[in-house]
């Protein structure tokens, strides 16, 4: 059974960082491309960045890029989504998800697995 179980969501004030992990398991880890949605209320789920399965590429959405960056350590099977300059714009839950293949995608389909999220506040 596959798992992905993000963490590190809080409470944070405009301008500080948080670092958000997910923790995976049940699937061969260095296989799957990572991606790091976002949904604030009332709105879609909407792509943050990716990185590839073999930690050469990373790719993020403009609102984010500069800001965030994403790594991951596949000897942990994590995937890590480091974020700095937190705006209240960046507030909402924050999904970390599995590719279908090695490839990485902006698109919801293009990922197979879904954590279950961790909530990100950020106040002004």
């Known amino acids: 059974q596959v798992q992905l179980v993000e963490s590190g969501g809080g409470l944070v004030q405009a301008g500080g960082s948080l670092r958000l992990s997910c923790a995976a398991s049940?699937?061969?880890?260095?296989?799957?491309?990572m991606g790091w949605f976002r949904q604030a209320p009332g709105k879609e789920r909407e792509f943050v960045g990716a990185?590839?399965?073999?930690?050469?590429?990373?790719y993020y959405a403009d609102s984010v890029q500069g800001r965030f960056a994403i790594s991951r350590d596949n000897a942990k099977n994590t995937v890590y989504l480091q974020m700095n300059s937190l705006k209240s714009e960046d507030t909402a839950a924050y999904y970390c998800?599995?590719?279908?293949?090695?490839?990485?995608?902006?698109?919801?389909?293009?990922?197979?697995?879904w954590g279950q999220g961790t909530q990100v506040t950020v106040t002004s």
């Open positions: 998800a599995a590719s279908w293949s090695l490839r990485t995608g902006v698109k919801i389909n293009d990922y197979r697995y």
């Open positions: 049940g699937l061969t880890f260095r296989n799957y491309a």
């Open positions: 990185i590839s399965h073999s930690v050469d590429n990373t």
